[in-house]
């Protein structure tokens, strides 16, 4: 018989909710200033519909490997403050880009991002493969959206 550990459970759900919630929030949030297809592209440049559908899958996965460390007593201060500070650098980026259009200030802003971002994974391996591995997508996405932003203000100017 498989027996559920509910405060586990409990951990994974409020782990994956916190990051789905607030990047939903912010996705409602910048809807109206949305522009991005009226901007000039690069080559890769994804269609539209692709960026709400990795930022879900990325944020789930953001949850779940913060639960993995929370649900086995894993994570301090510090990796706490790492992990909540990349979120909030994280949500702010689309204000910065969509809202503001300060196109130049968003790239060196999600290379702030990328930072911290490659930071949390290497110290998530640390504590726990696969909540670190579990990262990497996050890594070559923030990496291709660096790539993304550079080259649409450069396009812009």
Do not use: C
């Not at 519909?49 to 949850?63: D, N």
């Not at 060196?108 to 930071?119: A, D, Y």
């Amino acid at each position: 018989m498989i027996q559920l550990n509910w405060q586990k459970i409990k951990t994974y759900a409020i782990s994956i909710l916190i990051p789905v919630a607030l990047g939903a929030i912010v996705g409602i949030l910048i809807s109206g200033a949305m522009d991005y297809e009226s901007l000039p592209k690069p080559p890769l440049a994804p269609p539209p519909l692709l960026f709400p559908i990795a930022w879900s899958i990325l944020y789930v996965l953001m949850g779940v490997s913060y639960g993995i460390l929370r649900s086995n007593s894993l994570t301090d201060t510090s990796l706490n403050a790492l992990y909540y500070s990349q979120l909030a650098v994280n949500l702010l980026w689309p204000i910065f880009f969509f809202v503001l259009k300060w196109r130049l200030f968003a790239f060196i802003w999600i290379v702030v991002l990328l930072l911290l971002v490659i930071i949390m994974a290497v110290r998530f391996y640390n504590k726990n493969h696969a909540a670190g591995l579990l990262q990497l997508p996050y890594v070559a996405w923030v990496a291709f959206a660096s790539y993304l932003n550079i080259a649409i203000y450069l396009l812009s100017v």
